[in-house]
């Protein structure tokens, strides 16, 4: 798992309870059978606290147990923006065919717009089927009303030039036009082969 669950469970440890921190990051660097079984356990039990979650959904999708699915989605759509990227990294890694679908849901969601981040990256990162045209559909909006939310344009535009797929130009083109987009369209656009 390494800096990133590093990263993770020094986040966490100032609010974690610290016999549980203990215990779950132990199980978590055990990655036996056993040790997923009781990870997967703190994701299903009521009343558990978001870093407990946290820590068990992390290790569970680093190490492909697809139980930690549904948690990194909701981690994936919360309102920390840390949570959020230590979720989209978990998910990148579980590899689970559901996994686009989902970010693709997150990321179009008009009325969480301001986290859709997240989830727009990762769609990059996968590079699934759902990407190209999820990316494409959130600019288009994006550009359509006041840009209010830059960096998930910022991202929707680099995605695209990353993808490197011909169906972005038109929306590249006019992201162009913007100003605050106009390099990153620029240079998105000369990643797409002629």
């Not at 045209?133 to 359509?144: C, D």
């Amino acid at each position: 798992m390494g800096d990133a669950f590093r990263a993770l469970i020094d986040r966490v440890r100032p609010e974690a309870e610290p016999v549980e921190y203990a215990r779950l990051v132990t199980l978590a660097r055990q990655r036996s059978t056993e040790a997923r079984d009781q990870l997967a356990a703190v994701l299903v039990e009521t009343e558990r606290p978001l870093w407990a979650r946290e820590i068990a959904a992390f290790a569970l999708g680093s190490a492909g147990d697809r139980r930690a699915f549904e948690t990194l989605i909701f981690m994936l759509n919360y309102r920390d923006p840390v949570c959020c990227a230590s979720a989209a990294q978990a998910l990148e890694r579980l590899r689970d065919p559901r996994t686009a679908k989902a970010a693709a849901a997150l990321a179009t969601n008009e009325l969480r717009t301001a986290y859709a981040l997240y989830p727009v990256r990762l769609l990059t990162a996968l590079r699934a089927p759902e990407s190209v045209p999820t990316l494409i559909n959130v600019l288009q909006r994006l550009l359509i009303g006041p840009l209010h939310y830059w960096p998930i344009a910022e991202a929707c535009v680099v995605g695209l030039g990353a993808l490197g797929d011909k169906r972005a130009i038109p929306v590249l083109d006019a992201a162009a036009e913007h100003h605050r987009l106009s390099p990153s369209a620029k240079a998105a656009l000369a990643r797409i082969p002629a």
